[in-house]
């Protein structure tokens, strides 16, 4: 029943935007964390934002200044806006939840499938 729903995905060109939606459902939301993750082909998952419950954004060097993590705690969902996408930004994103007011945190109880997200140059 616990699920987290990934969307938003796609192919664009390096400069470009996306805005990445992960609806929650099945845990109350308004006590986790969320966090979005990324993982290319042959490279560790790693890490990109978490978003905790008193609204705290954290940002991976690497995206700082260009991805903006929000949330919407009446429709359960995170979304993750990636601006002036770069093709090192290609992978799959997957979002992630765990309980707790503060983040990131060590291990993250729900993932969602995730979506791809392909930046051409």
């Known amino acids: 029943e616990v699920q987290l729903v990934e969307s938003g995905g796609g192919l664009v060109q390096a400069g470009g935007s996306l805005r990445l939606s992960c609806a929650a459902s099945g845990f109350t939301f308004d006590v986790y964390a969320i966090a979005w993750f990324r993982q290319a082909p042959g490279k560790e998952r790693e890490e990109v934002s978490c978003?905790?419950?008193?609204?705290?954004?954290r940002y991976q060097y690497s995206v700082k200044g260009r991805f903006t993590v929000s949330s919407d705690n009446a429709k359960n969902t995170v979304y993750l806006q990636m601006n002036s996408l770069k093709p090192e930004d290609t992978a799959v994103y997957y979002c992630a939840a765990v309980e707790g007011y503060v983040c990131p945190q060590p291990m993250y109880d729900y993932w969602g499938q995730g979506t791809q997200v392909t930046v051409s140059s």
């Open positions: 978003i905790s419950t008193d609204g705290t954004t």
